[in-house]
């Protein structure tokens, strides 16, 4: 395993000219902002320079499996975010100027013998220069370094020889470092228009896994992101065109998830134009920490729930959430409202019911039965004894006129019937009427 620092950058481009920044970037291609936010779940140390990211992985190799391993998958996945150069070195700017020069990377000693042989263009003050110093005939990093010192800062200023000791380790190097926001939103311009909302997908990956890279960053999960799209020919101030909001059953930031879900709600959109802008943004976040795997070789660990969990995310994108619905709990005392009815991927805080006293039904009817009275005694297949109450219910004075719930519950039982759960309304207008509300049996 190295000691000491060890520096990643990732750059667009293998040249640094006067004027970066007038170079077009890839098409589809993450922003330097973005790309810091993604590369902040591998260390939290990342910092913009220029127009590269670097990030000072030292303290991570270990957790990574090493710096080869850890380059291969850093590499791996910004390739797919647009960013595909690349290169690690003891020093910050030499291990950008490498990634400019499409070097892999230097370890101890190799690194002076790289950096050496790099064109003029893979430092940015450097290439200032350029034009004067290859009439010198330097055609290379090595070459301006063996000029005399003296005669150099006077020709170019100290900002190049600042830079050479800094890339090659003899100066030290500092940046500040990137602190990910509260709320992730990015936007991506498609390289061409788009007619059908599957075809979206394309673009919608590379701001999922800018999202994932945030969220492991702020070691979250997402429990909604929302879609936007822009329609072609719009300006950037006006409106949206339309957005998808997509909910998750519980928190996650799973890329492979969220493409599947995200994939389901689009097969479900009918574009109105060619899109040719997209936005994701994502403010509802809760703490997630990540699964312990097992220390056991060969262990398969098995997560309860949630194989359904994404059939019901799967079955609300293709059906439409209003059908399918999971039954809630409501803080209500009337026995016949103490559940609704709300979509499966609908997250809301529920007050949990405080009940009736008293022994509770296993069988409630739809609509209470209204009972026969003889000699002043309900009745339901004859006589009905009363076995415990009454039960005082008074509830409802908050909703509609004329539903206040004003009851005394009994339990009653009888050969025939059985252990069954009746009330008696307590409203004058009502002339003390029987109900049958529920069975025990």
């Known amino acids: 395993m190295l000691a000491g620092p060890c520096w990643m950058a990732l750059c667009l481009r293998t040249t640094c000219g006067p004027s970066p920044a007038e170079e077009p970037a890839p098409s589809l291609a993450a922003t330097p902002e973005a790309l810091g936010w993604w590369a902040l779940q591998f260390t939290p140390r990342v910092c913009r320079h220029e127009e590269a990211v670097l990030m000072e992985v030292g303290g991570s190799l270990r957790l990574f499996g090493g710096p080869q391993a850890l380059r291969a998958r850093i590499e791996t996945a910004a390739a797919e975010l647009g960013w595909k150069h690349c290169a690690a070195a003891p020093t910050a700017l030499g291990a950008l100027a490498l990634a400019r020069g499409g070097q892999v990377g230097a370890w101890g000693g190799e690194l002076s013998a790289l950096l050496d042989g790099l064109p003029l263009d893979s430092l940015r003050q450097v290439a200032l220069q350029a034009a004067w110093l290859s009439r010198l005939g330097c055609r290379c990093l090595g070459q301006v370094r063996a000029l005399p010192r003296a005669g150099l800062a006077r020709r170019a200023g100290p900002d190049v020889l600042r830079e050479l000791d800094q890339a090659y380790g003899e100066a030290p190097w500092s940046a500040p470092w990137i602190t990910p926001p509260e709320v992730f939103e990015a936007r991506l311009e498609l390289p061409g228009r788009v007619e059908s909302a599957p075809a979206l997908m394309l673009g919608v990956r590379r701001l999922l896994l800018q999202l994932c890279g945030w969220l492991a960053a702020r070691q979250a999960g997402l429990r909604c992101f929302v879609l936007r799209w822009r329609y072609d020919g719009h ?105 609704t009815w709300q979509p499966a991927m609908q997250v809301d805080k529920v007050a949990m019911p405080s009940g009736l006293p008293g022994p509770q039904p296993a069988w409630l009817w739809r609509e209470p039965l209204l009972l026969d009275i003889c000699r002043e005694r309900p009745q339901l297949q004859g006589d009905l004894r009363i076995l415990a109450g009454p039960h005082r219910l008074e509830a409802g004075w908050w909703d509609t006129p004329g539903t206040v719930a004003a009851r005394d519950y009994y339990v009653a039982w009888n050969e025939r019937s059985g252990l069954v759960w009746i009330y008696r309304e307590r409203r004058l207008r009502d002339g003390g009427s029987w109900f049958l509300h529920g069975g025990f049996g």
């Open 235 to 339: 300006g950037r101030d006006d409106a949206w065109g339309g957005e998808l909001p997509v909910r998750t059953a519980e928190p996650t930031r799973r890329v492979d998830h969220l493409l599947r879900l995200s994939s389901e709600w689009l097969a479900r959109v009918r574009l109105a134009a060619p899109v040719g802008e997209l936005s994701l943004c994502c403010d509802e976040i809760e703490p997630l920490a990540e699964t312990a795997s097992s220390l056991l070789p060969g262990a398969v660990e098995i997560t309860r729930g949630e194989g359904l969990l994404q059939l019901l995310e799967r079955l609300s994108a293709r059906l439409g959430p209003d059908r399918v619905c999971r039954p809630v709990p409501r803080a209500d005392h009337r026995p016949e409202t103490q559940q």
